[in-house]
């Protein structure tokens, strides 16, 4: 059997970037095929069990949009993701310090996050003053999500762009981080993970409150806890995905599990379980060959550009592709755009020295 790598935390550098580098794109595409009329949509912040009656029939009588329905179905997981890799790397790299101080982590990381969201809040407004000036009524919930707080309205939040709703959720993470799991006992990790699951079973399973849950820290426990315990014992677990054979079966067990998950509101709150069970084996198996890894691992360097260059374009690229039909045609240029342009960009966003 082929040996998959020389390390002895489950998951090396390479690894992890390959897997920033499927997430992204996991990200960017979700986000793209969320708005395209007529396109089967998974279950993101809320579930309805005819999304999934949907992609069943799409399944069974395919269209020519077909994979773009299986592509919607499957890719909402990238979020998640980097949830995970945000608690396996803080975990790895601040667990075995002297201390650290709560001021200094929180005040260091949000001011990261301001920084890094500022740049595309400013892109963002050059684009709707081209496209769509009438959107800047809403300039008031733009500071809020710039400042890390419209996550928390209750009333009436308004996430523009849209997926930069994540800067304020991983603020929130950090600040639970800090305070609840940083060497802390593993036991009290289950039990707040266990309490977020928990919380959004007694809430309608579609309505106002999910979302609100889920756009917020409650989502983000059970995947970022994973990653603080998976960096924690994740050695353990190191001899058993050592094998290429190892890991072809637990990725396919855990596909399999993926997809079950989606066909009923309780498993489909654990789903982050089975997207980490599928991520992990099949970042290993893009490691052994060269040219998958340096593709997923450029792509992962890119993450932080697409993130907040792919809202842009589809501000743009979305009407148009809805008006023209031609799905297939704008999504490559969608694709070609988002990665030649972060490309570009990257120098902009790059940490200065």
């Known amino acids: 059997m082929t040996n998959l790598t020389s390390e002895q935390n489950l998951l090396s550098r390479m690894e992890c970037n390959i897997m920033r580098g499927f997430a992204i794109m996991a990200i960017a595409l979700n986000n793209f095929g969320t708005w395209l009329n007529g396109i089967v949509k998974d279950n993101e912040f809320g579930y309805d069990y005819n999304q999934v009656e949907a992609f069943m029939t799409s399944l069974k009588h395919p269209k020519d949009t077909f994979l773009l329905d299986l592509l919607a179905f499957y890719s909402p997981f990238g979020v998640m993701l980097f949830i995970f890799l945000s608690g396996y790397g803080l975990t790895l790299k601040y667990e075995g310090s002297v201390s650290l101080s709560t001021r200094k982590f929180i005040t260091e990381h949000y001011k990261k996050l301001f920084m ?22 809403y300039f008031r919930h733009l500071a809020g999500q710039l400042l890390m707080v419209e996550n928390l309205n209750p009333i009436n939040p308004k996430l523009t762009p849209g997926p930069y709703w994540f800067f304020g959720m991983i603020m929130e993470i950090y600040v639970i981080y800090r305070l609840a799991f940083y060497r802390r006992p593993t036991w009290l990790i289950f039990f707040l993970m266990l309490v977020s699951i928990l919380i959004m079973a007694c809430v309608g399973a579609n309505g106002k409150t999910m979302y609100y849950l ?61 997207i980490i069970g599928v991520s992990i084996p099949l970042a290993k198996l893009l490691s052994i060959n060269h040219l998958t890894a340096d593709v997923f691992c450029w792509l992962g360097g890119l993450s932080g550009v697409i993130f907040l260059v792919h809202p842009l374009l589809r501000e743009v690229i979305i009407e148009r592709t809805n008006s023209s039909g031609n799905y297939y045609g704008m999504f490559l240029v969608y694709v070609f755009l988002t990665i030649s342009i972060s490309m570009i960009l990257k120098p902009l966003f790059a940490k200065r020295r």
């Open 116 to 137: 890094m969201q500022l740049k595309g809040v400013a892109l963002f407004l050059v684009v709707i003053l081209i496209f769509d000036p009438d959107r800047l009524v």
């Open 214 to 274: 889920r756009y917020n820290f409650c989502m983000a426990i059970l995947p970022f806890g994973l990653g603080v315990l998976v960096a924690r014992f994740g050695k353990r677990l190191y001899c058993v995905l050592h094998s290429t054979t190892t890991c072809l079966l637990v990725l396919l067990l855990f596909v399999l599990l993926l997809t079950a998950c989606k066909f009923n509101f309780y498993s489909w709150l654990i789903m982050p379980l089975f």
